[in-house]
Structures are given as structure tokens and as C-alpha cells.
């Protein structure tokens, strides 16, 4: 199953996983096929989940993800080159619908570090109440020191999926920063670089450096001032 997706095989798998996913109770719908029998899916919830998953093959080697809420919805394609791949990418995708969440997210910087010793960028994130780190890798990070032109304030709002958990578990200096629990945290910027430290409740402390051209600083006291009044110094 090299080029193409064997469905009827693959439909067959996907009614094991359904039997078991219903046991540990989740609704599940029948095996879905278009009228032509290219396409199969499956859809999947839970009253406690906060998305609900559709997974399609395609004939053509193809699955398709759809993690939808109320609000939004966050797509995914990836390629299945085996019955063992379609198994594996079935349970992963359950396991994460469980966890996932939606918000309309803002990329404040696509330079972000954890400081001056660390030098693999990231993208910061901001959500409706917590902000992101998530590292890039060193090819970005070339990039973005070469001559990258960065993100622009301009740049809209978008739905994404978001998993608190799995983003920690990537890498130690991925970062989730709940507005809630911040003590304190002050803005600064510089010639070489602009940045942000946090002071958690519990005594956390978190460091953030971006390029002075991009435009987290202006964007992140617009947000935070009315969130957390004279807790943000500038």
C-alpha cells in the first residue's frame, strides 16, 4: 500500500478500532464511504472532549484530520503508506482529540528564545489567555538571522490546536504561560533584541527574547495591560 490505499482492508481495520473506542465510551459513527467508495471516514466524540474528530482516507494513500468546535475547525493531512501506519495514525489522532483544544491564536514572533544562551527560535503565540512558546528548529533559525522578514502586526488571528500537554512534553523550552497565574511580568526593548520576563505565583520564571523588528512587544502590552493592570511593567 505503497501508492494507494486499500480501503476495503482499511475499513476493516478502522471497525476494530470502533468496537474498542466504544467500549471505553466514545461515540463513534458507522464507516462512512462516498458514493464511489474513494473515500472513507469515521467520526468521534466524547461529552468531555472539547473538539470532535472526523478521520478520512483517500484511495490516493491520503488521510485527512478534522478537529472541529463550536468555533472552528483545525485540518491536518498526512500520508499512510501501510494498514500498520493507519492503525497507528487512528489511535494517535484519538489520543489527541481527547486533549485538544481551539482558540483563535496570534503569532507575535517567529525569533523567540528562552535567552541569551539559547539560540533555536520559536514561534510565541497569543491566546485568549495564555501565551506560547513553541521551538522551530535550526534551519529557522538560519533563516531568521540571515534576513528572515518575521511576522507583521498585520498578520490575522487563526484557529489552531492547541495540546498543553504534548507542547511541555516537546521540548524543555517549549512554554505555556497562563495569564492567570502571572505574579508579575515586564516588556523591554533593545537594539538587538526585545523581550518579556514572567514571574509565575509560584515563583517561575520565565524568560522571552525576539528580534526589536517584529512586533510582540507593542502587541503583547496591548493585551496584557487590561489583563493584568499594574502586575505589567514596561
Not at 131 to 141: A, F, I, P, Q, T
Not at 165 to 175: D, L, M, P, V
Not at 179 to 197: C, D, P, Q
Amino acid at each position: 500500500m505503497t501508492q494507494r490505499m486499500d480501503l476495503d482492508a482499511a475499513a476493516g481495520r478502522l471497525e476494530a478500532h470502533r468496537r474498542r473506542w466504544e467500549a471505553d465510551g466514545l461515540r463513534t459513527s458507522p464507516a462512512l464511504w462516498t458514493p464511489d467508495r474513494a473515500h472513507l471516514a469515521v467520526q468521534v466524540g466524547a461529552p468531555h472532549w472539547q473538539v470532535g474528530l472526523t478521520v478520512e482516507a483517500h484511495h490516493g494513500g491520503w488521510a485527512h484530520l478534522h478537529f472541529a468546535s463550536g468555533t472552528g475547525v483545525v485540518q491536518e493531512s498526512r500520508r499512510v503508506r501501510s494498514l500498520t501506519a493507519w492503525d497507528a495514525l487512528l489511535d494517535e489522532a484519538v489520543a489527541r482529540a481527547s486533549r485538544l483544544r481551539l482558540a483563535p491564536a496570534k503569532l507575535l514572533a517567529g525569533t523567540c528564545t528562552t535567552g541569551w544562551l539559547d539560540w533555536i527560535h520559536g514561534q510565541l503565540w497569543l491566546l485568549p489567555d495564555a501565551l506560547l512558546r513553541v521551538r522551530s528548529g535550526l534551519l529557522e533559525s538560519v533563516v531568521n538571522s540571515v534576513g528572515g522578514s518575521g511576522v507583521t502586526a498585520r498578520d490575522e488571528y487563526r484557529y489552531v490546536g492547541y495540546d498543553f500537554e504534548a507542547i511541555r512534553a516537546a521540548h524543555r523550552t517549549n512554554k505555556v504561560i497562563p495569564f492567570a497565574e502571572i505574579a508579575h511580568a515586564r516588556l523591554h526593548g533593545g537594539v538587538t533584541a526585545s523581550g518579556m520576563t514572567v514571574t509565575m505565583a509560584d515563583g517561575t520564571r520565565h524568560k522571552l527574547l525576539w528580534m526589536p523588528y517584529e512586533p510582540a512587544r507593542r502587541l503583547l502590552g496591548e493585551r496584557l495591560l487590561p489583563v493584568l493592570g499594574s502586575r505589567l511593567m514596561s
